[in-house]
């Protein structure tokens, strides 16, 4: 056969996983929709659609409800997504641990997981992580109907295309192929992602950016990171990595940062930072009703919350320093909202007020007009970054196609 050949099979076979994409997005979004509603807004004949729905009720991912009241002539029936047969298996994984999270299709968790893994090399680190996959699997088999997907999210250099890790910040690794040996070892189609460029993709499927297109989360946690979600998407350069927004130097004066630069954000706005703010006003004698045994951060939240002077000022010191590189994205990408997220957000009513004073000083004024900036509404669910990686990829067709192929 000639390449125009096999490119014209390709192009056939990519159509088609964008109509069935298209119908089954506008299912799970507007649901219950009619076939009429779905080749109106879709734009595909409705010969095309029948075809489509067909398809996707026969492999049980979509399901015909209760007829809508007609407007004249026949009853149209009406379709909705099919959730609770399918599951993915997400992964968080962090420094000395993962959480194992099993969802259904609709982001619901059925059974969540702890294990520490403290290895330290790339081999050891895969072995420990597929035999914990491998328990949780075991461990809830009664629930586990179809397994879809698996999905890890982690920080570092994620190359997410091609499935392959390029750097973590704790142990050394060399072009981590782990997309391929999850599916080696699993059979299963698998994905990996950045942890908070994942989360912001999450928050703006099922938290508090679902009401809009363009969005900036930023995470306060061992660092600063940011993920930028513009026109519905994760924003990510060629090689995968943007929104290192923890490295934009807010005090050229400040602290060695462990990227080598000086007065990094990261070196303010982080928990073992803030902390550490903590215990230096206290060793120097500021009064506090916390004492150096308590310096965490639930507990500087907390007397933030109470109007202790010690932690309000440090809240706010790293509000505004937070603020600083938050206007700048804004100045940058011009977002509809942006969400803050991090255990910090439970002193929301000290640090946000920081975070907006600076934005309202150093945001052009036409974007800063109508711009909430709000608490994260999924930050607690640990690995819901990683199960927005499989919802995506049901969305765009590439797992929907899978899966109406029955190949994994």
Request: with cysteine; glycine share 8%.
């Given at each position: ?11 056939v ?11 089954y997005r ?8 009619s ?42 029936i ?5 959730t ?27 059974a ?9 090399s ?26 879809i ?29 782990l997309?391929a ?29 679902r009401?809009?297109?363009?969005s900036?989360?930023?995470?306060v946690?061992?660092g600063t990171?940011?993920?930028i ?13 943007v ?10 004066l ?18 073992g ?28 939240c ?5 109007g202790d002077a010690l ?23 011009n ?10 957000t ?12 600076c ?12 711009l909430?900036v ?24 590439i797992?929907?196609?899978?899966l ?5």
């Amino acid at each position: 056969m000639t390449n125009g050949g096999l490119a014209q099979i390709g192009n056939v076979d990519l159509v088609k996983q964008l109509n069935s994409a298209a119908v089954y997005r506008l299912i799970d979004q507007q649901g219950p929709i009619s076939r009429i509603q779905i080749a109106e807004h879709s734009q595909l004949a409705p010969a095309s659609v029948t075809k489509i729905t067909r398809q996707l009720i026969e492999r049980g991912l979509i399901k015909e409800v209760d007829q809508q009241a007609s407007t004249g002539g026949r009853r149209a029936i009406s379709i909705i997504t099919e959730t609770r047969g399918f599951h993915t298996i997400g992964v968080r994984l962090g420094r000395n641990d993962a959480t194992l999270t099993l969802f259904d299709l609709s982001g619901k968790s059925l059974a969540q997981e702890d294990y520490p893994l403290p290895e330290r090399s790339q081999e050891d680190l895969e072995l420990a992580l597929f035999n914990a996959i491998a328990t949780f699997s075991e461990l809830h088999q009664r629930k586990l109907r179809e397994l879809i997907a698996i999905a890890v999210i982690l920080p570092g250099l994620v190359d997410p295309n091609n499935g392959v890790i390029r750097y973590m910040p704790h142990i050394n690794v060399s072009y981590w192929p782990l997309v391929a040996r999850l599916q080696e070892r699993f059979n299963v189609t698998s994905f990996v992602g950045h942890d908070i460029r994942s989360l912001a993709l999450a928050e703006h499927y099922f938290g508090a950016s679902r009401d809009c297109a363009d969005s900036i989360l930023v995470r306060v946690h061992r660092g600063t990171g940011a993920g930028i979600i513009a026109n519905g998407h994760i924003f990510l350069g060629s090689n995968g990595n943007v929104g290192e927004l923890g490295h934009i130097q807010v005090d050229p004066l400040g602290e060695r940062c462990h990227c080598g630069n000086f007065g990094c954000l990261e070196t303010i706005a982080a928990n073992g930072a803030i902390e550490n703010r903590v215990r230096n006003l206290l060793t120097q004698g500021y009064p506090s009703s916390l004492t150096l045994e308590d310096c965490h951060m639930p507990q500087i939240c907390k007397a933030a919350n109470r109007g202790d002077a010690l932690a309000t000022e440090v809240i706010e010191f790293v509000g505004r320093h937070l603020g600083k590189a938050v206007a700048i994205a804004i100045n940058l990408f011009n977002p509809q909202k942006v969400v803050i997220a991090g255990e910090i957000t439970e002193a929301d009513r000290v640090l946000l007020p920081a975070i907006e004073g600076c934005i309202n000083t150093q945001v052009l004024k036409a974007f800063r007009k109508n711009l909430p900036v709000v608490r994260s509404e999924i930050d607690h669910r640990s690995a819901i970054g990683a199960f927005a990686l499989a919802k995506r990829a049901m969305l765009n067709g590439i797992l929907l196609q899978h899966l109406l192929e029955g190949r994994p």
